[in-house]
């Protein structure tokens, strides 16, 4: 027991010193960095200084500079990469365009040379009106 009709085993915090101050704030004390009560340091302020953070070994200033140059390298691939993908999507959305306008004039029956005079018309009269 730990003074507070709780089992410390129940807890499963066996072999913890205990606060004397409840049970609920015995956890808060034990997993925060020190007991508010009696400044008793907790499990979290012990975890922090027995296991610091591992670091690897530092690059040297012409390693990072390096790695710098080979990431720029393969960002511009990649650019150049989604540029050209983008131009052949542009291509392929003028080729369907160009299909639709094809079918339609097939379906009119007209020669192209008339269906540009159409449009052309059809132009001058929206410039006109637009004035």
Same mark, same amino acid.
């Given at each position: 027991?730990? &003074?507070? &009709?709780? %089992?410390?085993?129940?807890?499963?915090?066996? &072999?913890?010193?205990?606060?004397?101050?409840?049970?609920?704030? *015995?956890?808060?004390?034990?997993?925060?960095?020190?007991? %508010?009560?009696?400044?008793?340091? &907790?499990? =979290?302020?012990?975890?922090?200084?027995?296991? %610091?953070?591992?670091? =690897? *070994?530092?690059?040297?200033?012409?390693?990072?500079?390096?790695?710098?140059?080979?990431?720029? #390298?393969?960002?511009?691939?990649?650019?150049?990469?989604?540029?050209?993908?983008? #131009?052949?999507?542009?291509?392929?959305?003028?080729?369907?365009?160009? #299909?639709?306008?094809?079918?339609?004039?097939?379906?009119?029956?007209?020669? %192209?040379?008339?269906?540009?005079?159409?449009? *052309? *018309?059809?132009?001058?009269?929206?410039?006109?009106?637009?004035?």
């Amino acid at each position: 027991m730990n &003074g507070t &009709g709780f %089992p410390i085993a129940a807890a499963g915090l066996a &072999g913890i010193a205990w606060c004397r101050h409840g049970f609920y704030v *015995q956890l808060v004390c034990i997993f925060s960095r020190s007991c %508010p009560y009696n400044g008793r340091k &907790g499990l =979290g302020a012990i975890r922090r200084k027995e296991n %610091p953070m591992a670091r =690897g *070994q530092r690059k040297s200033i012409d390693e990072k500079i390096a790695a710098k140059k080979e990431l720029i #390298e393969a960002l511009t691939t990649r650019m150049e990469s989604e540029k050209r993908e983008l #131009e052949e999507l542009y291509q392929e959305k003028r080729k369907k365009e160009l #299909e639709v306008v094809s079918d339609i004039i097939t379906e009119s029956g007209l020669e %192209p040379e008339e269906v540009a005079e159409v449009l *052309q *018309q059809y132009l001058e009269r929206r410039g006109e009106a637009a004035s």
